[in-house]
């Protein structure tokens, strides 16, 4: 289907390759290189991830997010073990029960917090909970920064829960589909949030943040890395071209463009949220932390906005409209969408 906009609110992956990203592609494209991942541009990306976490570190890069948490997560446990996720992870609600299928039947237990964020306490319970073995055992928790609705855990948040992992010797899965988002909002380094406060591994997203495809799967403790490259074969992730995967991440992180364009989107998002709040009848779910924006808006006024062409899903997250900026999302986007906006709230 055509949108008849040219820039739409529904996610970040409805919008195109950056041009940074674009031109590392036609550079990439200039002649042969040797194959599966074996090129200087794949080698030069894994140095600048080392350069970028200030740790040495085992990178890989996948085609998509789900590969990437599945595949990372597999690597974590084993097929009778079980992993704590949040209600509204990505992992539990938006994979098709790949990380379970990855893992040969590892089971999700769901832990819950305020705003999408675990709870440690909630942790401890599911690991309380049961101690025998007729109980999946739990082994791994997994964390989603920036959220699924938009709000980002402080580094001291993490770092609880770090240490609750630790005390019950879970290992620490972070699904940063949105990493650079919650970055660029909290104006830390990514050390502070990732290998500092106790993550064994990061699916750093790209897409999301305008590459074509690509994901990061980050290790920071080189054993748990060992044979990935054969999981990520086995599973069809291993990219023959991997050159044109890996050589837009060399230039994102090369000048910083990531956390630029990951900056710009939440900027954007944080106009759209004071426009919003200035409307009457417009309600508000959670914190705007990151790039998006969860409203609660009357049905009629839904339905006129997807009739005036807007695209926004209404089931991400827990409900409501989810509006997501990306890293092209215009400032004159923001006010054509706040004009309908109001437009339809006045509406008889
Ligand atoms: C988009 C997204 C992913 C990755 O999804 P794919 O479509 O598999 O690339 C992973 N986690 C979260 C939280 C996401 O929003």
């Given at each position: 289907?055509?949108?008849?906009?040219s820039?739409?609110?529904?996610?970040?992956?409805?919008?195109?390759?950056?041009?940074?990203?674009?031109?590392?592609?036609?550079a990439?494209?200039?002649g042969?290189?040797r194959s599966?991942g074996?090129?200087?541009?794949?080698?030069?990306?894994?140095?600048?991830?080392?350069?970028?976490?200030?740790i040495?570190?085992?990178?890989?890069f996948?085609f998509n997010?789900t590969a990437?948490?599945?595949?990372a997560?597999?690597?974590?446990?084993?097929?009778?073990?079980?992993v704590?996720?949040?209600?509204?992870?990505?992992?539990?609600?938006?994979?098709?029960?790949?990380?379970?299928?990855?893992?040969?039947?590892?089971?999700?237990?769901l832990?819950?917090?305020?705003d999408?964020?675990?709870?440690?306490?909630?942790?401890?319970a599911?690991?309380?909970k049961r101690?025998?073995?007729?109980?999946p055992k739990p082994?791994?928790?997994?964390?989603t920064?920036?959220?699924?609705?938009g709000?980002v855990?402080?580094?001291?948040?993490?770092a609880?829960?770090?240490?609750?992992?630790?005390?019950?010797?879970?290992?620490?899965?972070?699904?940063?589909?949105r990493?650079?988002?919650?970055?660029a909002?909290l104006?830390?380094?990514?050390?502070?949030?990732?290998?500092?406060?106790?993550?064994?591994?990061?699916?750093f997203?790209?897409?999301?943040?305008g590459?074509?495809?690509?994901?990061?799967?980050v290790?920071?403790?080189?054993?748990?890395?060992?044979?990935?490259?054969?999981?990520?074969?086995?599973?069809?992730?291993?990219?023959?071209?991997m050159?044109?995967?890996?050589?837009p991440?060399?230039?994102?992180?090369?000048?910083?463009?990531?956390?630029r364009?990951?900056?710009?989107?939440n900027?954007?998002?944080?106009e759209?949220?004071?426009g919003?709040?200035?409307i009457d009848?417009?309600?508000?779910?959670?914190?705007?932390q990151?790039n998006?924006?969860?409203?609660?808006?009357?049905?009629?006024?839904?339905d006129?906005?997807?009739q005036?062409?807007?695209?926004?899903?209404?089931?991400i997250?827990?409900?409501?409209?989810?509006?997501?900026?990306?890293?092209?999302t215009q400032?004159?986007?923001?006010a054509?969408l706040l004009?309908?906006?109001?437009?339809?709230?006045a509406a008889?």
């Amino acid at each position: 289907m055509v949108t008849t906009r040219s820039r739409q609110f529904a996610s970040d992956n409805y919008a195109g390759i950056c041009p940074e990203a674009m031109a590392a592609m036609m550079a990439a494209n200039a002649g042969h290189q040797r194959s599966y991942g074996d090129d200087p541009y794949t080698q030069r990306a894994c140095d600048l991830l080392r350069d970028l976490f200030e740790i040495d570190l085992q990178a890989f890069f996948v085609f998509n997010g789900t590969a990437a948490n599945s595949l990372a997560i597999s690597a974590l446990c084993q097929s009778y073990h079980s992993v704590i996720c949040g209600e509204l992870a990505h992992v539990e609600t938006d994979e098709c029960g790949a990380p379970e299928f990855f893992s040969n039947g590892t089971k999700m237990l769901l832990a819950s917090g305020q705003d999408a964020k675990i709870d440690p306490l909630s942790v401890e319970a599911i690991v309380r909970k049961r101690d025998d073995i007729h109980y999946p055992k739990p082994r791994v928790l997994s964390l989603t920064q920036a959220t699924e609705v938009g709000t980002v855990y402080t580094p001291e948040e993490l770092a609880a829960l770090g240490h609750m992992a630790r005390k019950h010797r879970l290992r620490v899965h972070m699904d940063g589909a949105r990493f650079a988002n919650a970055v660029a909002s909290l104006g830390v380094s990514p050390k502070e949030i990732t290998w500092q406060v106790g993550v064994d591994v990061l699916c750093f997203g790209g897409a999301k943040n305008g590459l074509a495809l690509g994901e990061a799967v980050v290790f920071f403790d080189a054993q748990l890395a060992e044979e990935f490259d054969y999981r990520c074969k086995q599973a069809g992730q291993l990219a023959s071209k991997m050159r044109f995967l890996s050589a837009p991440w060399v230039t994102m992180l090369e000048n910083g463009t990531w956390l630029r364009h990951a900056g710009h989107a939440n900027a954007m998002a944080a106009e759209l949220e004071a426009g919003l709040r200035a409307i009457d009848g417009v309600g508000f779910l959670f914190p705007r932390q990151a790039n998006s924006v969860f409203v609660q808006l009357p049905e009629r006024a839904i339905d006129s906005l997807h009739q005036l062409g807007w695209h926004f899903y209404t089931f991400i997250g827990a409900g409501g409209a989810r509006l997501m900026c990306s890293w092209d999302t215009q400032p004159e986007d923001v006010a054509a969408l706040l004009a309908d906006v109001r437009q339809v709230m006045a509406a008889p």
